[in-house]
């Protein structure tokens, strides 16, 4: 089993940065795919970046593109999200995920259904 924990959001105003932590503990070598999801009040939880961990390859959704960046501490077994240009759309529940089923290496990194482990969500307030 994997186990994700996160941190760092906090409140900001619209044009601030903010970086999201994840750490990863337990089986990390069975984590083919790590996202970054939110959900808002009222609203399904959507994907924001995702990182293929065993191609290198990122992913963004387009509402994210050029503000936000999802890096890794391979030593540390940590996922990061900077986020800048906050927008006051992006106030949410900030949700980290690992994906560690072997076929998950193969389909679209966006579909929450594929991650079998989520960590317990950090609030991202943006004020206008």
């Known amino acids: 089993q994997v186990q994700l924990v996160e941190s760092g959001g906090g409140l900001v105003q619209a044009g601030d940065s903010l970086r999201l932590s994840c750490a990863a503990s337990g089986r990390t070598f069975t984590i083919y795919n790590m996202g970054w999801f939110r959900q808002a009040p009222g609203k399904e939880r959507e994907f924001v970046a995702g990182f293929k961990w065993w191609a290198g390859v990122t992913y963004y959704a387009d509402s994210v593109k050029g503000r936000f960046t999802i890096s890794r501490d391979s030593a540390k077994n940590t996922v990061y999200l900077q986020m800048n240009s906050l927008k006051s759309e992006d106030t949410a529940d900030y949700y980290c995920?690992?994906?560690?089923?072997?076929?998950?290496?193969?389909?679209?990194?966006?579909?929450?259904?594929?991650?079998?482990?989520w960590g317990q969500g950090t609030q991202v307030t943006v004020s206008s």
């Open positions: 995920a690992a994906a560690t089923r072997a076929s998950t290496r193969y389909v679209a990194i966006d579909r929450k259904n594929e991650y079998d482990a």
